[in-house]
């Protein structure tokens, strides 16, 4: 749980028992600078069945240290050599752009002991549908 998270911090055993996927930019802890991105994810009715109540977001601190910039998808992907951290801007726009989806950035980290988390935000909607196309 978020409470968890942010007592104990990170940890792989969890996101690989918890991950709904191998992640897009690859495997590891995905973090993002825009809060109406996050906030798209949180609420997105294709979550909805792995959902459970309300809606956690921590905050956190996160090392970026030498990131790779990724311009395209690569699931499940290993770090790239040389690098502490995968980044990507997601601009949604194009052929496979999400109705709704505000344009955002996705932080891909690694190594748990680069992650400091400071707080949790708890939101609520009325109905999943209705948070993720609002504008924020």
């Keep these: ?3 968890t998270i942010c007592s104990i911090g990170f940890r792989m055993e969890f996101l690989k028992a918890n991950a709904g996927s191998a992640g897009r930019f690859g495997k590891g802890f995905y973090f993002t600078t825009v809060p109406s991105y996050a906030n798209f994810y949180a609420f997105a009715p294709r979550f909805a069945e792995r ?3 309300d809606i ?3 905050a956190a601190w996160v090392l970026l240290g ?4 990724q311009s ?3 699931v ?3 770090l790239e050599p040389g690098c502490d951290t995968h980044y990507a801007v997601r601009p949604n726009a194009g052929p496979s752009s999400i109705p709704g989806k505000p344009p955002g950035d996705e932080i891909v980290v690694f190594d748990a002991e680069a992650i400091l ?3 949790v935000i708890e939101l609520q ?3 999943p549908r209705e948070a993720a196309t609002k504008p924020t």
């Design 1 to 3: 749980s978020e409470k």
């Design 51 to 53: 959902r459970l109540g």
């Design 56 to 58: 956690s977001i921590i």
């Design 66 to 69: 030498k990131p790779h910039h």
């Design 72 to 74: 395209r998808s690569d």
């Design 76 to 78: 499940g992907r290993d």
């Design 117 to 119: 988390p400071q707080f």
């Design 125 to 127: 909607s009325a109905t």
